[in-house]
């Protein structure tokens, strides 16, 4: 077992600020491995969720260090039969309910082209195992609360240098969500949708930058076409497109809320022409 | 002054996160202990809900590591008579008002049996000092935050390894709140209530696992009967009992909010039958 | 580049807990200084509230300890022409826009006396650097989220102990939003506003407690007048006047939430009287 320098610990969770379960987690780790350096992604996942924690993870996972355990906990089905795992590649470690939240981990072309999460071939430069060696859980394991007594465990141990083969058996096929891009249509417009709505009020639209040709486009969205890109937030005028941080295609309001004022919601269809 | 390794400081308060309170509570004890490590277990307890804290500390305070420093700043009566305190048990040291709010670091029999919170005296192996030693507070105590300036500071010199009988006078009695129990009626049904509504709607309710048969059995609660065991939320058909992670009986709606459905709050009067 | 032991970096913006942008932030810190010990001060900014932003600044920065990095990224203008910089002086290291978040950083005396921001002369002991040096900064940087792209390399490599002048040029007047402080009128009263509202409804007033003679004052708020000190909240009946744990005039009520009772917002006018 050797032990990696200053792995971090970073938790993905819909379980909110209000009540005790974060804490337990990161009691759980700090009492398995003292030096663990938690970083907190997100607990604010709206609950169950699974799409909405993979799009989080998607934009802040690749900008932590590499070796980092992220640990995403977003479990409809805990205590059911869905497996709990450990992905493993190049980059980083990920151990989370085998769902599709740990979706971002896989390169988009071994994602699904439907448009429901499906079980897909672990690809090449990866690893999966899954978490069933009980000398890596809590004593006791509840049937209702895995984050505490088996992802939280796994992402302690794995911190510490434990290599993921020990906790379980290895797996060849995990469930992944679709990418989130948009489907041509024959007349060359991008059939796509909300994705995100973030704390400002902009629309983050399944369309990346690299989908377009470069120049202006348009987005038909609620009854409404808006025009961009603009280059920032500040350079807006009323509603304009922009391509955001995350290299997706977003609709922002100047000074307000654009989903707001459009009355648009995550899943809400909009169409952009380039 | 022994420096033992790794002390980790914990804090659980009402202050929310949109104010500079906790922060000015970080700052202080960083400060102080540059090398201590903080943990957040929750600042959105209610205002003032000091039972509501007490559970929450509960459910996380004992995965932390022996010798951790939990801090709770619950503390309507900051600046009156009510005492700081600090608590020193064989598993972990506790700071806070002598209000109640660190009720869950005494074994429940030393506890009132009574409804509301009373003086109670401190159990074997229990040691309570009052934080009076004006140098281990902030050079200027204000009437109105002591959580930055008596809390905080008392925890980073204690997680340096400060002796706690350096920090004031011992005490003979400490605030305890009741334990989160139900009480038995002459039919054999449980009398209880609901204590906590989590954050996807479950109703925990003052019933322990090991208070009910092991078998199947319901809980009245809002005009409806709620039957159960089932062993996960995924199993849950509607409105189901189930027992949590903490211990305790809760009623759980699949992919919904009990608690909603219901129409329940925090106080609410269930009965259980075995 | 000397590495002083310990630095801290806190964190404060508008981002909000529920999407990735705080851990983005975070992960690109630890890519660059693995070390980092960073400490969120708040991310419950209202969006572009600058000025709030300043006012929580004000109420944690001064506790945390000396060659803290702070970074305030509250930043409507992302993208355009207002600078990126970097503050040193005696005290502290500040990262932000230059668009008034960091004013705190500043002494009251060299801050407009004018209602609005506008630029002054950067004080002496205190230096100020644009931060435009490329390699201090991501590879790719957007024009929409600076927090991730330039202000958190900066942070990190500030913490490193790369000093500041490597990271841009030099520039003599940043912008200062004025004090909170109250003017005084003919008849001795003070012109006031209502500066901030915290989680338990205090109404914070932008007079500081040496603005008064130190004996019984009141304050006309929303066609109500409200008496005091009162020592502390425990101590308020109704509606209280206190001095708040910043130093400024509060109005706070009992077991309640004073602003709401009050129906006041940020901004509203309140006239003191000594």
Redesign the interface.
């Known amino acids: 077992m050797a032990i990696p320098?200053?792995r971090?610990v970073?938790l993905l969770t819909?379980?909110?600020?209000?009540?005790?379960?974060v804490?337990?987690m990161?009691?759980?780790i700090?009492?398995i491995h003292?030096?663990a350096r938690?970083?907190?992604?997100?607990?604010?996942?709206a609950?169950?969720q699974v799409a909405q924690a993979s799009f989080?993870?998607?934009?802040?996972?690749?900008?932590?260090?590499p070796g980092?355990v992220h640990v995403a906990v977003v479990d409809?089905?805990?205590?059911?039969e869905r497996r709990a795992i450990v992905l493993v590649n190049e980059r980083a470690v990920f151990v989370g309910p085998d769902n599709g939240v740990l979706s971002s981990a896989l390169p988009d072309s071994c994602r699904p082209a439907a448009l429901a999460p499906e079980a897909v071939a672990v690809p090449d430069g990866t690893r999966v195992f899954e978490l069933t060696e009980r000398r890596y859980q809590l004593d006791s394991v509840?049937?209702?609360?895995h984050g505490?007594?088996i992802f939280a465990p796994a992402a302690a141990h794995l911190a510490l240098g434990v290599r993921p083969e020990l906790l379980g058996q290895p797996v060849d096929s995990i469930i992944a969500l679709p990418p989130l891009r948009a489907r041509k249509s024959a007349d060359g417009s991008l059939q796509a949708s909300v994705i995100?709505i973030?704390?400002?009020g902009n629309a983050v639209v399944s369309v990346r930058a690299e989908d377009l040709g470069g120049g202006q486009f348009s987005i038909q969205v609620a009854g409404r076409v808006v025009r961009g890109p603009v280059?920032?937030?500040?350079?807006a005028a009323g509603l304009a497109a922009?391509?955001?941080?995350?290299g997706y295609v977003e609709i922002a309001l100047k000074?307000g809320d654009a989903a707001a004022a459009l009355g648009v919601a995550v899943g809400d269809p909009v169409v952009v022409r380039g």
Chains 1, 2, 3 share one sequence.
Not at 38 to 45: E, G, L, N, R, T
Not at 231 to 235: K, Q
Not at 242 to 246: D, K, L, W
């Open positions: 320098p200053d971090i970073t819909d379980f909110g600020l209000s009540d005790g379960y804490a337990a990161k009691g759980v700090l009492d003292s030096q938690i970083v907190d992604i997100s607990h604010q996942i609950p169950q989080v993870a998607q934009t802040a996972w690749p900008y932590f260090p980092t409809p089905g805990v205590g059911s509840s049937v209702t609360f505490r007594d995100h973030d704390r400002f280059r920032t937030y500040a350079e922009i391509v955001g941080s995350a000074d």
